[in-house]
C-alpha cells in the first residue's frame, strides 16, 4: 500500500501563487505516473495535471495550463505543484493520486490507485 499526504493549501488571493506538497509514504515506487485532480463543491473531480515517473512528460488541465506546475523529487518521494496567477475558480480541495501502473489515461481518475485526503486550496476575489 502506498499513503499520499497533501499539504500546503490555505486562502490566498487572486493573483497570488501557492505551493502544494504530495508526500508518499509506504511501498512507494518512482516508476509511475502521479497526478493532481481536485474537487470544488458541487462539482465532479477534475483533472489538474499529471507526471510521469521522471518528470520528463507532463499533462495539464486547459484551465490551468500556463499557470500552474507539476513537478517530482523521486528521491524524497514527493511531488509538487506550484500554483501561480490563481483565480477565485481554483477554490477546490486538491487531491494526488498515485498509479500503480504505465497503463491508463492520465486524465481520468480511475487511472489512480492511491489518493490522498486532499488539502483545501481558497482563493479570495
Known amino acids: 500500500q502506498v499513503q499520499l499526504e497533501e499539504s500546503g493549501g490555505r486562502l490566498v488571493q487572486a493573483g497570488g501563487s501557492l505551493s502544494l506538497s504530495c508526500a508518499a509514504s509506504?511501498?512507494?515506487?518512482?516508476?509511475?505516473?502521479m497526478a493532481w485532480f481536485r474537487q470544488a463543491p458541487g462539482k465532479e473531480r477534475e483533472f489538474v495535471v499529471a507526471?510521469?515517473?521522471?518528470?520528463?512528460?507532463?499533462l495539464y488541465g486547459d484551465s490551468v495550463k500556463g499557470r500552474f506546475t507539476i513537478s517530482r523529487d523521486n528521491a524524497k518521494n514527493t511531488m509538487y505543484l506550484q500554483m501561480n496567477s490563481l483565480k477565485p475558480e481554483d477554490t477546490a480541495i486538491y487531491y494526488c493520486?498515485?498509479?500503480?501502473?504505465?497503463?491508463?489515461?492520465?486524465?481520468?481518475?480511475?487511472?489512480?490507485?492511491?489518493w490522498g485526503q486532499g488539502t483545501q486550496v481558497t482563493v479570495s476575489s
Open positions: 509506504g511501498r512507494t515506487s518512482s516508476s509511475y505516473p
Open positions: 507526471i510521469n515517473w521522471n518528470g520528463g512528460r507532463r
Open positions: 493520486a498515485a498509479s500503480a501502473s504505465v497503463l491508463g489515461r492520465w486524465d481520468l481518475d480511475s487511472t489512480y490507485d492511491y
